[in-house]
């Protein structure tokens, strides 16, 4: 079976570029979120969805935006990239919103933003 | 300060060594615990899922929960090479809007063989 999958793996965007990221959960998972991972930290949670609609918001700003779309796969927008968005993107699905101790996560988009 | 800490570390050990890894939490919501395994440039992988206080097991690791010290454990035996990772702890509330997991920063620990 395959796994959360996502793209691209890897790359690099210059100031005040956007960058669009994408994900397909594992077969049969309705809910996505999407965590920020900085070298050296752990992830930090930025959206989830359940079928197509957003449930959850974490603490970054209007530039991220995100979607979900009938087939349950979803999109990460970033608008106007700084440095400080140089990160791993992590994708996690889930069969649903309450058991979300149980994510499954992708391998990650790195992104570098010069 | 952080809802979540955890010792950076880095942390190495021989093989066959008994290894535990902690966590404190600010949160008294967080119900749910969890441990993820990252390996470099991988995403995390979960190793253990418990609710509430008390301990769990499963094969080599044990996870323990203490809410009224807000302090989780995992503890590693016999541990191999293969073990070699970051491990991160991550918890959640158990119901409203604050269902997304709050993770610590990870312990990167490195057995050496």
């Known amino acids: 079976d395959a796994g959360v999958t996502q793209s691209p793996t890897h790359l690099i965007k210059t100031r005040g570029q956007h960058v669009t990221l994408r994900c397909s959960p594992i077969s049969g998972h309705k809910s996505v979120s999407w965590y920020q991972q900085v070298l050296g930290q752990g992830p930090q949670f930025i959206f989830q969805y359940y079928e197509k609609e957003e449930r959850g918001r974490g603490n970054f700003p209007d530039r991220f935006s995100a979607r979900q779309f009938p087939n349950y796969s979803s999109e990460l927008n970033v608008n106007a990239l700084l440095l400080g968005d140089s990160a791993l993107y992590l994708c996690?699905?889930?069969?649903?919103?309450?058991?979300?101790?149980?994510?499954?996560f992708g391998e990650g988009s790195r992104l570098t933003v010069l | 300060q952080k809802e979540v800490e955890q010792d950076p570390g880095p942390l190495s050990v021989p093989e066959g060594a008994i290894v535990s890894l902690n966590c404190t939490y600010s949160n008294s919501a967080f119900q749910y615990f969890m441990w993820y395994r990252q390996y470099s440039r991988k995403g995390p992988e979960l190793l253990m899922y418990t609710y509430s206080s008390g301990n769990k097991e499963d094969g080599r690791f044990t996870a323990q929960v203490d809410k009224s010290s807000k302090y989780i454990s995992l503890f590693i035996r016999d541990s191999q090479p293969s073990d070699s990772a970051t491990y991160l702890c991550a918890m959640r509330a158990s119901s409203g809007s604050a269902r997304q997991l709050t993770f610590g920063s990870g312990t990167q620990l490195t057995v050496l063989p």
């Open positions: 996690a699905s889930s069969f649903g919103t309450e058991n979300t101790g149980e994510l499954f």
